[in-house]
């Protein structure tokens, strides 16, 4: 059961656990690369900043982004900017997140985000949470998918599980963690079912996109090739 006020302190919580994080860098740490290809630091903290804000549109019923060019062309404008003003931004625009989370609202509404997809509004936390957990450990600076707590890494293993659920190009796959916990996904092309095994940690990291999956161990096939998120 989805518990929107819940996910929003969880939001908060990550989203401190970030901004104490900055502290340590500086100014030509934010010019480096990120772990997401072709991204300086810089431009993780200005997709972070310009996401909050498209999920206050979201939530107050706007569109999510004036266009994916518009969307681009904001992060490519605010990447190069010093620290300072990069925390400042995401502090700011994370606090206009927070205070539309706590409006008043019809939390089982339909919201309608980027290409087409639409959700629940009490599904628009944990969305937010995603983006400030995961491009945290996209900065590179000290945090891990391991770091990551045990009950988002679940929840969001269980998520793009789901994504990919039915997928044409995904076959029948069971993901299995080391203590037994499982999720299948998959299942939209033909063969045999493939078994894919690992901590939780690796189990994400392939399913996001941020590792390659050498850490997983495969029975029944070769590990799939999963589509762009």
Excluded: C
Aim: charged share 25%; net charge negative; glycine share 10%.
């Amino acid at each position: 059961m989805i518990d929107h006020a819940d996910d929003l302190a969880s939001v908060q919580t990550a989203t401190e656990r970030l901004l104490t994080a900055l502290v340590a860098l500086d100014d030509r740490a934010v010019t480096q690369s990120s772990r997401l290809p072709g991204w300086t630091r810089g431009h993780v903290l200005a997709h972070l900043a310009r996401n909050a804000d498209a999920l206050v549109n979201v939530l107050e019923g706007r569109p999510m982004y004036a266009s994916a060019e518009a969307r681009d062309a904001d992060i490519e404008r605010d990447a190069p900017r010093p620290l300072d003003v990069q925390v400042a931004d995401v502090r700011e625009s994370a606090e206009r997140f927070r205070a539309a989370g706590a409006a008043p609202a019809d939390w089982s509404r339909s919201v309608a985000l980027r290409n087409g997809v639409t959700d629940r509004a009490e599904r628009v936390p944990f969305r937010r949470w995603i983006e400030v957990e995961l491009h945290h450990v996209d900065l590179g600076i000290g945090y891990g998918l391991e770091d990551l707590p045990e009950d988002f890494t679940e929840r969001e293993i269980g998520f793009l599980a789901a994504r990919f659920a039915g997928h044409q190009d995904v076959p029948s796959v069971s993901l299995v963690t080391a203590d037994g916990r499982t999720w299948t996904t998959g299942g939209g092309s033909e063969g045999d079912p493939v078994a894919v095994e690992g901590t939780a940690a690796d189990l994400l990291g392939w399913l996001a996109g941020r590792r390659d999956g050498a850490g997983l161990t495969v029975k029944g096939g070769a590990l799939p090739s999963l589509p762009p998120l």
